[in-house]
């Protein structure tokens, strides 16, 4: 067992441990909008779903060297922007646009995939994915001396009709996201496994039905 404290490991080492240690990280695969209207396009396994009320995304953005990403200058100018979910048959397009492309190139262009006209924001989305969730920036947080912690609130969800099965629920096989495991690694989310809530033991039979009750309902 290692056990360290922060401050005794590198730098360099502590991105490491924290894209080794939480894995696998779902990837949010952000278009945002430059102030001279080019579409920028890029990964982050930074990312996850933080709120139901409202509907909440957050992503956060390390700068690169000195600068700001392209991602996190685009959202300070016009706040607002698409997250994707990345499914199996994406995958090579979303590595391309993690290329270091100067602001001015669109990475729509670079890895072939086609802008629609956002419904809700300016920022476009992409066709070719089966989840595009619109949001406003709610939060946009530095996170020490060089990361941005950016939060988003959904206003509008495009879910390709192949996804959905009945009761609303997503498919998640016919979603085939995939995950982003330490370095450069990723994972599909076919191998799953389910387990049943815990039924809390009570006096009361009806607190233990209410609970049951509850638990079901709740099951994803
Ligand atoms: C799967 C994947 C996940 C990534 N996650 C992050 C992340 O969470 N934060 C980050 O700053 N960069 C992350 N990157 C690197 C950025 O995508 C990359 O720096 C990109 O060029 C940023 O684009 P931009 O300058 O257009 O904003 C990731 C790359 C890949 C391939």
């Known amino acids: ?3 360290l404290a922060t401050k005794d490991i590198p730098k360099t080492e502590i991105y490491k441990l924290i894209i080794g240690c939480i894995v696998p990280r779902p990837i949010g695969w952000v278009a945002t ?3 001279d209207g080019v579409a920028n396009l890029a990964p ?3 990312f996850n779903g933080v709120a ?3 509907p909440t995304v957050a992503f956060s953005v390390i ?3 000195s600068e ?3 991602t996190s200058r685009n959202v300070g100018d016009v706040p607002e922007f698409v997250v994707h979910i990345v499914s199996e048959e994406l995958a090579e397009q979303m590595n391309q646009t993690c290329g270091d492309y100067g602001a001015h190139i669109s990475e ?3 890895a072939g995939l086609t802008p629609l006209p956002g419904t809700a924001v300016r920022v476009p989305r992409i066709k070719e994915a089966k989840v595009a969730l619109e949001c406003r920036v709610s939060h946009n947080i530095r996170v020490g001396p060089s990361c941005s912690h950016i939060l988003g609130e959904v206003l509008f969800w495009h879910l390709d009709d192949g996804i959905l099965m009945e009761r609303g629920r997503v498919d998640p096989d016919k979603l085939r996201a995939v995950g982003r495991m330490g370095g450069l690694e990723y994972t599909r989310t076919r191998d799953r496994f389910a387990i049943d809530r815990p039924v809390i033991p009570d006096e009361d039979p009806r607190s233990v039905a209410a609970y049951r009750a509850m638990a079901l309902a709740a099951k994803p």
């Open 108 to 110: 729509f262009e670079q």
């Open 44 to 46: 982050f396994s930074f």
């Open 63 to 65: 700068d690169r060297g």
């Open 52 to 54: 139901n009320n409202p």
């Open 33 to 35: 909008l430059g102030a």
């Open 1 to 3: 067992m290692a056990d």
């Open 68 to 70: 700001l990403k392209d």
